[in-house]
């Protein structure tokens, strides 16, 4: 396929280099300048971390899924959405956690953006480019190009899945936050400076 | 730990069968067992061993299958009430009753949240901790406006029983003298965080009759001598009590009481006992016992005992009672004065409001405080409100947004990022925790079909909220707003529980009142020693007893009345007198 495809290189499919190599564009893109090293890690932790087979979402679906989440929690100086796999625990938790009808009215949500993409730009969401992507996203929130407020509705429910599924794995709580399991106390008198982050766990 | 303390079949006459191992029935296997008597616990579920059985404790998110979150047809089948409950989750799961097993009935349009227990422990392990004394304002309050019968007691009489249970269960808190909130033995208090004492000297500068105090809980801040022997360490503010706490940092029997009970060698448990009723002696109307059905292999056994303590929890012990028939009690034991099952009454919660606080980005906290600020009742104190009767208190905390608020704010990709790790904008919130009055018609009865897979009778639950009720929780989200807006708050959105529907009796898991105290037989279950008027050496000490609700948190009370209702136990039976 022609699109620009990071889920494809994070399966493994095809060799480790792109993977890397998209890693650093991403890196790039967000005016970040990644070490060499910091690049292997990266491209390691997103190495094995896709679910070969899918619980609900089809291939597709699931690859739109990374895509969308990695646009709300993108790589930056810490591994984003795509990077911990987030979109293999939305796969999972849609086809565990949630009823007929919200599995319905995921799918639903995708096919509207998928159709929004090609009635503006002429392709599928996957092959849209960074920058349509972008506009698309923004268009949901905003009830622009023929988006409704229950497309808005699915877009909050899609980013408050991938929050979830990213501030509750371990890179998200650990790296991204500040994670005190075992905080010894609480104290009430605490600059946030002390600890320079969001905690994890409230 | 030598184990065989658990007991299958005996033949034994105890000299006490407490019903029930929760919060009551803790305590009183821990009083009756600490003087001398012979006990036999009889609990409905599983064992649960401290520190070994709290599978759910310390799991990181990510080592869960779906972070704490569950199939979704296991909990539609089986959990389709339970999960309304805040501390329902994966890593709690075992310790809430199997709906599906456990079912109950309501009318059309008056559901009701039947939240249970169903191991040894029960809802201690469960509870939210909250520990407040009730004072004279609410033992004279159905007296003073003539809703529900008169309490039998008067804090005198509970006062030094509210010290005993506090001394060892361990209650952290301020001292503060506020007349409709007596202090307690208090371990040191929990922390303000500076957000919360700039709002809270706002709030008493503006409002005299109001005082923001730190909530109480049974959480042991600086864990004193007596606590460290019984094994139990300092709170580490995880706020994660309901999968169980290795640290025995709260207070449940598992960490407190059943320690205690079982070092006098004098207590044995039988568990996976469900009581079908309590045996009773016509020739010498007294409680003989109780009638078991086993859960795991359906047999029944009779359990005999010289005197019965019901601590099943409010709404078990009344079906106990309910079940328990006889020629001389055609409608349940101990009910000749046809209240049994009567005057159900919960907390009404839901309503409050909450607001922005701008400012204040430079400070944090640093833990997850088990409890929060607490505004005592100042509501038909010094004056009567015109449209309703009883009060409530507030409580709230200042806390700044997490990762799950920013969901339902517009923006994405590595801004958006960046703005939930540099945490939100802090919010204060305010929600109420009101009375209810005592009715007549909020009650709940055996089912007269309708059976459960052991052959109990199912209870039948009919309650409503009246006027009364919607008129406070309306009084309850203004005045929320009204301090929110004293204090500064921005953005102020109220919540008012208006329906039925909105938020289901029973949710607040306070359930009390369906065997009542009162100083008459004809117009109440209990005298003012939880002593049935009918059957003397038959007790009832959890929820079940109480005459009126007021507005706190209502554990604490119950301790207190356990513990007393034992002394005065004991010391019939020495007497001869039961």
Wanted: aromatic share 10%; glycine share 8%; with cysteine.
């Amino acid at each position: 396929m022609p699109h620009n495809n990071k889920l494809a290189e994070t399966t493994g499919l095809e060799a480790e280099n792109p993977r890397r190599a998209a890693l650093k564009q991403m890196a790039l893109l967000f005016g970040l300048s990644l070490s060499a090293q910091s690049l292997d890690a990266l491209a390691a932790t997103v190495k094995g971390t896709m679910p070969h087979v899918t619980k609900f979402l089809s291939p597709d679906q699931l690859q739109m899924t990374g895509e969308i989440a990695d646009l709300i929690i993108p790589t930056t100086d810490t591994p984003g959405a795509l990077a911990v796999n987030v979109h293999g625990f939305m796969d999972s938790y849609l086809a565990e956690c949630v009823s007929k009808n919200d599995q319905k009215k995921f799918l639903d949500g995708l096919k509207k953006i998928n159709k929004v993409a090609e009635d503006k730009f002429g392709k599928v969401f996957l092959a849209c480019s960074h920058k349509q992507h972008i506009q698309l996203l923004t268009a949901i929130e905003k009830y622009d190009l023929g988006f409704t407020p229950e497309d808005k509705d699915f877009f909050t429910q899609f980013k408050s899945l991938t929050l979830f599924g990213y501030y509750t794995s371990e890179v998200g709580a650990t790296q991204e936050l500040a994670y005190l399991p075992i905080p010894g106390g609480y104290k009430g008198n605490f600059p946030f400076a002390k600890v320079g982050k969001a905690w994890a766990l409230n | 730990m030598d184990k065989n303390f658990y007991i299958k079949k005996s033949a034994q006459v105890f000299d006490a069968i407490v019903v029930g191992s929760g919060i009551t029935g803790g305590w009183a296997a821990k009083e009756l067992t600490e003087k001398g008597l012979k006990v036999l616990m009889v609990e409905r579920g599983k064992p649960v061993e401290h520190r070994q059985d709290y599978p759910g404790e310390g799991v990181q998110a990510w080592k869960l299958p779906f972070r704490n979150a569950m199939n979704y047809q296991l909990v539609e089948d089986q959990y389709y009430i339970q999960r309304q409950c805040y501390a329902f989750g994966d890593s709690s799961k075992q310790f809430f009753m199997n709906d599906r097993d456990y079912p109950y009935s309501t009318p059309e349009g008056k559901p009701f949240s039947w939240i249970r227990g169903n191991q040894l422990g029960g809802k201690s392990l469960l509870w939210a901790r909250q520990s407040y004394r009730l004072s004279d304002y609410d033992f004279n309050a159905n007296l003073a406006d003539g809703h529900g019968v008169d309490w039998p007691i008067r804090y005198k009489d509970l006062e030094q029983w509210y010290s005993y249970v506090e001394r060892h269960a361990g209650i952290s808190g301020s001292k503060e003298n506020i007349p409709v909130l007596p202090d307690s033995e208090f371990l040191p208090p929990f922390e303000f965080n500076n957000v919360e004492l700039a709002l809270k000297k706002k709030i008493e500068a503006k409002f005299p009759d109001r005082k923001m105090i730190m909530g109480r809980c049974a959480h042991l801040t600086q864990p004193a001598p007596h606590h460290l022997e019984q094994g139990r360490l300092q709170c580490q503010a995880r706020n994660e009590c309901h999968k169980g706490c290795s640290f025995g940092a709260n207070f449940s029997t598992q960490s407190s009481t059943l320690p205690a009970a079982l070092k006098t060698n004098n207590l044995s448990i039988a568990t996976n006992a469900i009581v079908h009723s309590v045996i009773y002696d016509p020739k010498t109307n007294r409680a003989k016992g109780v009638r078991i059905i086993d859960s795991e292999t359906m047999e029944t056994r009779e359990y005999f005992g010289k005197m019965v303590f019901l601590c099943a929890s409010t709404l078990g012990t009344t079906q106990i009672m309910l079940n328990s028939i006889s020629e001389r009690f055609p409608t349940g034991i101990a009910n000749s004065s046809g209240v049994l099952g009567h005057y159900l009454m919960d907390h009404l919660y839901g309503s409050g409001a909450v607001g922005r606080i701008d400012g204040f980005e430079d400070e944090y906290y640093s833990g997850r405080r088990p409890t929060a600020p607490y505004i005592p009742n100042f509501r038909n104190v010094k004056e009567k409100h015109p449209n309703f009767f009883r009060g409530y208190s507030l409580s709230g905390s200042a806390s700044r947004e997490n990762w799950g608020s920013f969901a339902k704010k517009d923006g994405f990709g590595a801004d958006f990022k960046k703005q939930i790790q540099n945490a939100g904008s802090w919010y204060f919130s305010l929600h109420g925790s009101g009375e209810m009055l005592p009715r007549y018609d909020n009650q709940v009865s055996l089912h007269p079909t309708l059976k459960d897979k052991w052959g109990m009778p199912q209870l039948h639950i009919e309650a409503s909220f009246t006027e009364n009720d919607y008129k406070m929780n309306e009084d309850i989200a203004n005045t929320a707003a009204e301090i929110l807006e004293a204090a500064g708050a921005k953005d102020i959105v109220k919540h008012v529980i208006r329906r039925n529907e909105d938020r289901p009796f029973g949710l607040s898991i306070h359930e009390m009142g369906t065997a009542r105290m009162g100083r008459d037989p004809k117009t109440s279950v209990l005298n003012g020693n939880n002593q049935t008027h009918d059957v003397p050496n038959l007790f009832v000490t959890d929820g079940a007893c109480m005459t009126s609700n007021a507005w706190q948190n209502p554990s604490l009370t119950y301790m207190a009345i356990t513990a007393r209702a034992c002394d005065f136990a004991v010391k019939q039976l020495k007497l001869g007198k039961i």
